[in-house]
């Protein structure tokens, strides 16, 4: 029996479950490969924030090398040692002034979101004026009588 004469012979009923039962197994195989490629990406992601921490943790660790390094290539010029590492230590702060200006006006021209505020008091105004469908009170006192119930 070839496919198109087991299709002629099948229900409505039974090509919708067919349809329905394939459709679930594509679902289910495209979430596989999904999970199977976010595998792989996670797996990527570690060993680059791995690989990254590492070159941290050295270019920190080599700093105090060059330091004296770049203090005693000053001493060699003829410069007294205690010069030399005050020139060195001024560079480094001289440097980490440069960076916090930076940085201060970098943080400066930081705005509010003034989009998502203006769109938050529209939506909080438009809320304000939506007044509940009231549920008939059955059964209530006075006090309870007066308390508006939502319908959700």
């Known amino acids: 029996m070839s496919a198109a004469d087991d299709g002629a012979n099948r229900s409505l009923g039974q090509l919708m ?16 490969l999904a999970k199977a490629e976010l595998r792989e990406d996670a797996r990527r992601l570690g060993i680059g924030g791995g690989a990254i921490a590492g070159a941290g943790v050295l270019a920190l660790f080599s700093l105090p090398v060059l330091s004296f390094a770049a203090a005693y290539g000053i001493h060699n010029l003829g410069l007294g040692l205690a010069w030399s590492f005050l020139i ?6 001289l440097l980490a002034a440069l960076l916090g200006l930076l940085a201060v006006t970098k943080f400066k021209k930081i705005k509010k979101p003034e989009k998502s505020i203006a769109s938050a ?3 909080a105004a ?3 004026t939506v007044k509940p469908h009231p549920r008939p009170v059955v059964g209530t006192s006075q006090a309870d009588a007066s308390v508006t119930r939502s319908s959700v």
């Open 88 to 93: 060195t230590g001024g560079a480094f702060l």
């Open 17 to 32: 479950a067919t349809a329905t039962t394939e459709l679930s197994a594509l679902v289910h195989d495209e979430i596989a």
């Open 121 to 123: 008091k529209e939506t």
């Open 126 to 128: 438009v809320l304000g």
